[in-house]
């Protein structure tokens, strides 16, 4: 069973920076894609970025130039800093993976989630 871990959730001021972690652990053989997403209340679930297993990133357009993803393939982890916190950035925050595994081909899996609110 594969398990995504995230951690470094937290409440900051406007302008603040806050970093996450996602540790994926358990039997596979390799990890694709990793990411985030964000549910802010009364909203849609939104990706916010994700990289490849080349580090190519994407961004949404309401982070870019804000947040940076990262990843280090050796930990199987994935971050994301994200810089000059807004408000409006406020909402749980859910790492997933593209999982390859023998048997099972490529499926995904969701971390538990981490809150981050920002306070203006």
């Known amino acids: 069973q594969v398990q995504l871990v995230e951690s470094g959730g937290g409440l900051v001021q406007t302008g603040g920076s806050l970093r996450l972690s996602c540790a994926a652990s358990?039997?596979?053989?390799?990890?694709?894609?990793m990411g985030w997403y964000r549910r802010a209340p009364g909203k849609q679930r939104e990706l916010v970025a994700d990289?490849?297993?080349?580090?190519?990133?994407t961004y949404a357009d309401s982070v870019k130039g804000r947040f940076t993803i990262s990843r280090d393939s050796s930990k199987n982890t994935v971050y994301l800093q994200m810089d000059s916190l807004k408000p409006e950035d406020t909402a749980v925050y859910y790492c997933y993976a593209n999982i390859r595994a023998i048997g099972l081909g490529v499926y995904d899996r969701w971390g538990q989630g981490t809150q981050v609110t920002v306070s203006s």
């Open positions: 990289i490849t297993s080349s580090s190519s990133a």
């Open positions: 358990g039997r596979f053989l390799s990890i694709d894609a």
